[in-house]
Every structure is written in C-alpha cells, then in structure tokens.
C-alpha cells in the first residue's frame, strides 16, 4: 500500500491511472517480444495499436551473494535516486522534484541529454507514484501538464505514456539456481516527439531496458543510497550525491504540527556505501538525532522532535 498523501496531489488520477498499468504491463509476459539477452537482462517490446514506438521492457534477477543481499527497498532506492542514475543511465541529464505529497508521490521534472548538434535534450514533467507490500514494489511514472513546469525552448517535451519498475522477492525455492534474490522489471513506453534518427531511436530502445542490470551493477560495486523508510513530514528536498556519497533530505512537518504531533523520520543508509561510518547532521528546532544497526547489512537513522522544517545531512566519516 501506499502512504496518505499529506498533500493534496493535483495529479493523483493520473498517478493511479500510471500504476494500474504499470501493473497490468508487469504482470506476465503475455503479449511481450523477446529481443534479446545482455548480461543477464532480457529485453522484450511491445508493440501498441498506432504507435510507432513500442513498449521496451527489461528484466533481470540481482540474485543474492556471498557477500550481498539486498532487500526490495534497497533496490528501489537506486532505481529511484538522480544521482545514482547518473550512473546506470548513460541518457540521464538531471531530475527535480517540484512538488511532494508523501515521500512516495510527487510531481518532477527531468531532462534527457541529447546528441548534439543531430539531436535535441528531452525533457519531461511527469508524477511518479509507489505502492508497496512485503514481497513487491512497484514504481509508475507518466506524464502530465502543470503550470509550475512550462516547455522549455531548449528542449524537446517528450510525452511519457508509462515509465516504472516492479521489483519483487525471489525466494530460494522458486528461483532455478537456488539463491532467491530479487527480481527487477523496468518497463519504458514514451513519446520523444520531434525528429530522431532511426539509428538512434533503436540504440535508445535496446539502451533503456538494459538499465535494469546497470541498477544491479550499482548495487553490488557501492550498495545502496540512503533513503527515507517512513516519515509523517513533507519531504521538500532528497538529494544524493554519488561522488561524495552525501546526502541531504529536506522535510517539512508543519502539517503534523497542527495536529499536535512532533516530526520524526526514519532514513536508511548502507553500511557497504559508508564502510568507514558516517556522519548525520539535522539542524531543526527540537531535532534529535538516534543511530542504530538494521538487520539488512544497514544504519537506521531516525529523526525526531521537530516541528517546522529540518535538514538532515548524511555524509561519510573521514
């Protein structure tokens, strides 16, 4: 399930609309080609009735190691976090969220590089929602229009139809090699709109579902990145620096306030990322700050006694 939105989402229709399909795509392999296999990730498209481009899809299993096992939401927070895709998509300029109403729903806005002078960026203003059990994930993106995003002259707006992830536990039992682990699913269905060579529009198409395995790459080589586990403030700003490994989270809790109760967030961070340890800073009026050791080769951070907004940063000892 997901949690209540502490901000009314403009856009929660086509939030729910996003993850209804994300769903129905990800559910079997019915109606999927098979394209090929890349180390470990297959890619499948889809053709859909008056579209020229189809649905790519790529899948993958992070099986667990000697060394490694990861849950689902580890795995989620890479697949989700701008900085950790600078590196597992080579096509990825930036992304900002404008505008959060839990810290699993907001309304962004990314860019996509280009080839110049042959190709323009692409640009997208988009919501993402997530919904989660146990045993499964699942992360839907698509696009909308919204006033506080206008087009942009030097970039192209691209219509994302549907862009997300099901990641899901394999257990032992069920899995051919008897490792269990977890299993990924990246699906990818958007309009770039505009001129692109054809050469260039099926590298981009065999490029984009390969991203599943980089995730994994990812994840082995540096661990996870820190992410927020719960919280009953408005996240305002996540941000995650891959080169120094920094992170700041931004959140707001105002409305808990006005309903008497203090701010608290719990943010997760791996040991694996931080091997030397890592240093936490909140500055917010009342902030404590509370360190444990988690059960999943993880640090739980936990952040309490605000009440307006604090700023938790997150950064490797020296």
């Given at each position: 399930?997901?949690?209540?939105?502490?901000?009314?989402?403009?856009?929660?229709?086509?939030?729910?609309?996003?993850?209804?399909?994300?769903?129905?795509?990800?559910?079997?392999?019915d109606?999927?080609?098979?394209?090929?296999?890349?180390?470990g990730?297959?890619?499948?498209?889809r053709?859909?009735?008056?579209?020229?481009?189809?649905?790519?899809?790529?899948d993958?299993v992070?099986?667990?190691?000697?060394?490694?096992k990861?849950?689902?939401?580890?795995?989620?927070?890479?697949?989700?976090?701008?900085?950790?895709?600078?590196?597992w998509?080579?096509?990825?300029?930036?992304?900002?969220?404008?505008?959060?109403?839990?810290?699993?729903?907001?309304?962004?806005y990314?860019k996509?590089?280009?080839?110049?002078?042959?190709?323009?960026?692409?640009d997208?203003?988009g919501?993402?929602?997530?919904?989660?059990?146990?045993?499964?994930?699942?992360i839907?993106?698509?696009?909308?229009?919204?006033?506080?995003?206008?087009?942009d002259?030097?970039?192209?707006?691209?219509?994302?139809?549907?862009?997300g992830?099901?990641i899901?536990?394999?257990?032992?039992?069920?899995d051919?090699?008897?490792?269990?682990?977890?299993r990924i699913?990246?699906?990818?269905?958007?309009?770039?709109?505009?001129?692109?060579?054809?050469a260039?529009v099926?590298?981009?198409q065999?490029?984009?579902?390969?991203?599943?395995?980089?995730?994994?790459?990812?994840l082995?080589?540096?661990?996870?990145?820190?992410?927020?586990?719960?919280?009953?403030?408005?996240?305002?700003?996540?941000e995650f620096?891959h080169?120094d490994?920094?992170?700041v989270?931004?959140?707001d809790?105002s409305a808990a306030?006005?309903?008497?109760?203090?701010?608290?967030?719990?943010?997760?961070?791996?040991?694996?990322?931080y091997?030397?340890?890592?240093?936490?800073?909140?500055?917010?009026?009342?902030?404590?700050?509370?360190?444990?050791?988690?059960?999943?080769?993880?640090?739980?951070?936990?952040?309490?006694?605000?009440?307006?907004?604090?700023?938790?940063?997150?950064?490797?000892?020296?």
């Amino acid at each position: 399930m997901s949690p209540p939105r502490i901000v009314d989402n403009p856009h929660a229709e086509a939030a729910e609309k996003a993850l209804s399909y994300l769903k129905e795509l990800s559910a079997s392999l019915d109606g999927w080609t098979f394209s090929s296999e890349y180390k470990g990730t297959s890619v499948y498209t889809r053709a859909v009735e008056g579209l020229a481009i189809p649905i790519t899809r790529g899948d993958v299993v992070l099986r667990n190691g000697t060394e490694h096992k990861f849950t689902i939401e580890q795995v989620a927070a890479v697949c989700t976090s701008p900085g950790a895709r600078t590196q597992w998509d080579d096509r990825f300029e930036s992304a900002e969220q404008k505008e959060y109403y839990n810290h699993h729903e907001a309304l962004f806005y990314s860019k996509l590089k280009g080839q110049w002078p042959v190709v323009y960026g692409r640009d997208i203003a988009g919501v993402f929602t997530r919904e989660e059990s146990p045993d499964c994930i699942y992360i839907a993106m698509c696009s909308v229009e919204d006033s506080r995003i206008p087009e942009d002259s030097s970039y192209v707006r691209a219509n994302l139809y549907i862009s997300g992830w099901k990641i899901s536990t394999l257990k032992p039992e069920d899995d051919e090699e008897g490792q269990g682990g977890i299993r990924i699913s990246y699906i990818v269905h958007v309009d770039v709109n505009g001129y692109l060579p054809s050469a260039f529009v099926s590298a981009v198409q065999l490029q984009t579902p390969l991203c599943a395995g980089r995730v994994c790459n990812y994840l082995i080589k540096n661990g996870f990145t820190p992410f927020i586990a719960d919280t009953n403030a408005v996240p305002t700003l996540q941000e995650f620096d891959h080169e120094d490994k920094m992170s700041v989270f931004k959140l707001d809790a105002s409305a808990a306030a006005s309903k008497g109760e203090e701010g608290f967030v719990k943010i997760i961070a791996s040991k694996q990322m931080y091997a030397d340890g890592l240093f936490v800073k909140a500055n917010g009026e009342g902030a404590t700050v509370e360190e444990s050791d988690g059960e999943h080769d993880d640090r739980i951070i936990t952040i309490k006694g605000f009440k307006g907004v604090v700023t938790v940063s997150i950064i490797p000892e020296e």
